[in-house]
């Protein structure tokens, strides 16, 4: 996502008068001291200015939209840039807002849509004051925090949702549906962006093995304008709890925003956290002695980070040097594989890499009840993956990612490799 900062700022007319400059650099002083995100006014002048051109619909389900394609059309393409000016002036206070960003993306991807110039007339501004008598009140301002209604307005269309898990010894899918299994002894982050940062914290599941489990895992929900302070959430092993650090279950919501909650239904063993506010469903479980992590969040919010927040195993899998190759994965086992695909086949009759998983699982540990983990992931997979045809991944090596540009990105290495050697 592009950093708002970097959008132009609009010039002064030269020869302004000097009261006047003075008055607007006092204005900017004020405005940056206080911090204030106007992409809510920005939202508003443009529903107020597209009104007469919907027609009872959304923007999208507007008819002849290229240039010339009539008076709603042009009339649209007017809104839209005065839409687009307003967010250019208000980007430097709206750094890190994920409704100002929800905002620029959707003007782009509707002045393409509609074939809006960039350069042209924009719309008047909305008339203020009292309303005409006899009118009935306006329409409901779009709560700022109520992320999947927001984008539905914007975009006419709902959001896209990603999924990630970590569970087991432990597995990773990643949001690209690669799947590894890995050692990644210590904490290691499973995301940081703008919005969330998740963290595992993971220890050997016996002395001189290198499988690992995670142990706790730390989930901090950062400061967002409008809708909450910063919240954390901490996890251990026979200690999930029921609310947030500071004891609350509705986390540091502000008057008028969305919630940010946490829901239980089987106590000490399953904790649900729904942030409305950035389309994010959590769930956390804690099954054979370890916890497993499940994710479903809105695209925007998982690719909002920065160059320096590369090292998320939801986003890029594990690092080549943490994933368990086949000779580590063989070398310890408490029981023969034949057992554990005995148990594992009763509740997972397809043998893809959730069963492959469960089969390491077992037969490393030797606990039957690493079953389960692997059933309760793939049911959280179920809810939240919206493609369910990516459901199973079918692995030949359940430690190597499941992607076919990966495994052609390996082959031309190797033949580079060798023509190199050759010459």
């Known amino acids: 996502m592009g950093d708002p900062g970097q959008s132009p700022s609009p010039r002064p007319p030269h020869g ?32 107020s200015s597209t009104l007469s051109l919907r027609g009872g619909g959304s923007p999208g389900a507007l008819r002849g939209g290229g240039r010339g394609g009539g008076v709603g059309s042009s009339g649209f393409c007017r809104a839209l840039r005065s839409y687009a000016l307003c967010t250019r002036r208000t980007a430097r206070t709206c750094r890190g807002d994920l409704a100002f960003h929800s905002a620029v993306h959707g003007i782009e991807d509707l002045m393409i849509q509609h074939n809006c110039s960039r350069q042209g007339p924009t719309a008047p501004p909305p008339p203020r004051g009292p309303a005409l008598p006899g009118a009935g009140p306006g ?55 703008d919005f969330l940062f998740v963290q595992a914290t993971s220890s050997p599941v016996a002395s001189g093995a290198n499988a690992t489990t995670t142990r706790k895992l730390t989930i901090i929900f950062k400061n967002m304008q409008e809708c909450i302070d910063q919240k954390v959430y901490q996890a251990e092993v026979d200690n999930l709890p029921a609310a947030f650090e500071d004891g609350s279950i509705n986390g540091g919501v502000r008057p008028g925003g969305s919630s940010l909650s946490i829901q239980t239904a089987n106590p000490g063993s399953h904790v649900e956290i729904r942030a409305a506010y950035i389309g994010t469903t959590i769930i956390i479980r804690q099954t054979a002695g370890q916890l497993s992590f499940s994710i479903k969040v809105a695209e925007d919010v998982a690719r909002a980070f920065s160059a320096e927040q590369d090292l998320q195993l939801c986003v890029g899998g594990c690092p080549p040097s943490q994933r368990l190759s086949r000779l580590e994965r063989n070398r310890r086992r408490a029981i023969t594989v034949d057992t554990a695909r005995q148990l594992c086949k009763e509740g997972l009759p397809v043998e893809d890499a959730y069963f492959q998983s469960c089969v390491f699982d077992v037969s490393i540990s030797g606990d039957p009840n690493f079953t389960v983990t692997a059933q309760a992931a793939l049911e959280d997979a179920r809810a939240f993956l919206p493609d369910l045809e990516k459901l199973h991944l079918f692995p030949s090596d359940a430690g190597a990612p499941l992607s076919p540009a990966t495994f052609l990105t390996s082959f031309l290495s190797g033949l580079f490799v060798l023509w190199f050697c050759i010459q």
Do not use: M
Request: net charge positive; with cysteine.
């Open 139 to 193: 329409p409901p301002a779009p709560d700022p925090c109520d992320y999947e209604g927001r984008f539905s307005r914007l975009h006419g269309r709902p959001p896209g949702f990603l999924h990630c898990a970590s569970f087991g010894d432990p597995h990773v899918r990643s949001f690209h549906h690669h799947f590894h299994t890995c050692r990644v002894q210590g904490a290691w982050p499973l995301l940081d962006n």
């Open 16 to 47: 302004s008068p000097p009261t006047l400059s003075t008055l607007t650099l006092l204005l900017l002083l004020c405005g940056h001291a206080h911090s204030q995100c106007k992409i809510l006014r920005c939202n508003a002048e443009y529903v």
